[in-house]
């Protein structure tokens, strides 16, 4: 499975599953796909569109999930239906495009952006920029999909992408038939550091004049991903850091083979976790909480990051004990670990557990294992991580299940 991206910067058109139908063609139809956006900033929007190319009687429709307040203006060849957050489009069977208009600001608190566009950058996801979608095609058809990105004069991109011509990218997926782009992205008058760390190619990116400490963040990765590939396995081929300062959003937060977190976020808090390397775990993981399972989710983001810290001699073992003491306590507030959306309180009492459970896998007899071999299974499964499955993965790698039924409210 292939695909392409062109323009410098990735777009991206999330994809929930992809439909198919016999073929007398075989297994081996490929069709073309581009994805293109030219940024306005005057007007803070991309006008973006959809093109089918050679091999396009492989599909018969394309079903978006849409954000009625930001993707706007629909119209293309074929058949168009606007059916409130969804889009279906049934493209002429000789190809066609779809046009729209993406709106890219987007409040994450009243005052801040987890997507922006300003006069000399634009920050967001491309999962957001193409909206997820489902695909029906022809049994065995895959995509070769290209992006293409037009940007005002004097602007750059950096984008998780490996460059295969001017202005092209490629982009591959080997889980989906469906190639799509997809992460973070970042375009305008930037400063961007590039390292080869851990086998990885590691950018770090910022807009000019946003306080962005690429040099200190690219050292810090030099210092800490060696072990964090060493716990969860390989990188990624390419890995993007994106920042910027207000207004975006104070925080931190992942995509794959991408994380952006705010220019004034420390490498280290004063309570020793790392946001970066939190939304890095994040990222590695390519995980998604099922129901009742994000306080895994999060408390294995939090304490990898400070494993990592420790791993690594960036901080004393004294000093990784002291932490976990004090998420102990703040954790002791918890009522329920498997609520849905796991707060602070939430997290520091998951990461308590998972670390007594570190420790006891430590202790198996006759073996040598841990939490990563756990941590590995569940990527390896790639599905949504719920308490069963954490469980299902114990029992994988201990033989006998060691999480306490009890523990968990």
């Not at 202005?167 to 992205?185: C, H, I, K």
Request: aromatic fraction near 6%; glycine fraction near 10%; charged fraction near 30%.
């Amino acid at each position: 499975m292939r695909g392409i991206l062109v323009g410098g910067l990735l777009l991206l058109i999330p994809v929930a599953a992809a439909a198919a139908e016999p073929s007398p063609e075989g297994p081996d139809l490929a069709y073309e796909v581009v994805f293109e956006a030219t940024l306005r900033p005057s007007e803070r929007v991309a006008h973006a569109s959809i093109r089918l190319g050679a091999g396009a009687d492989a599909m018969r429709w394309l079903r978006f999930h849409i954000d009625p307040e930001r993707h706007k203006g629909f119209e293309g060849d074929g058949r168009v239906e606007l059916l409130g957050d969804r889009v279906l489009w049934t493209p002429p069977a000789s190809g066609g495009v779809l046009r729209y208009v993406f709106h890219i600001d987007h409040l994450r608190t009243p005052s801040s952006y987890d997507a922006r566009c300003a006069e000399h950058w634009a920050l967001f996801r491309g999962d957001d920029l193409f909206p997820r979608a489902r695909v029906r095609t022809r049994k065995g058809a895959t995509s070769v999909s290209t992006l293409r990105l037009r940007v005002p004069d004097g602007w750059s991109m950096a984008v998780p992408y490996r460059r295969i011509a001017d202005a092209t990218f490629e982009v591959r997926n080997e889980s989906r038939q469906f190639d799509r782009p997809t992460g973070w992205m970042l375009a305008g008058r930037l400063g961007i550091s590039r390292e080869r760390i851990a086998g990885s190619r590691v950018a770090v990116a910022g807009p000019i004049g946003q306080g962005v400490r690429r040099q200190d963040m690219l050292a810090f990765l030099r210092w800490t991903l060696p072990t964090l590939r060493d716990a969860l396995g390989p990188l990624p081929e390419r890995l993007l850091v994106v920042s910027a300062g207000d207004p975006m959003w104070r925080g931190g937060l992942s995509g794959p083979a991408s994380v952006y977190v705010h220019a004034l976020r420390p490498l280290i808090e004063n309570d020793t976790t790392s946001p970066l390397l939190h939304e890095l775990v994040h990222t590695l993981m390519r995980a998604r909480a099922g129901e009742g399972g994000d306080w895994i989710v999060e408390g294995l983001a939090e304490l990898y990051s400070l494993e990592v810290l420790a791993r690594s001699r960036t901080i004393s073992r004294r000093r990784f004990r002291r932490a976990l003491d004090r998420l102990e306590k703040k954790g002791g507030a918890a009522v329920d670990l498997q609520a849905d959306r796991a707060d602070t309180v939430v997290a520091a009492r998951a990461v308590g557990l998972l670390h007594r459970l570190d420790e006891e896998l430590r202790t198996e007899p006759g073996r040598e294992l841990s939490l990563d071999d756990v941590v590995r299974v569940l990527a390896r499964e790639g599905g949504p991580i719920t308490t069963e499955a954490l469980r299902a993965a114990i029992e994988e790698v201990a033989g006998r299940d060691l999480l306490p039924r009890g523990v968990l409210r």
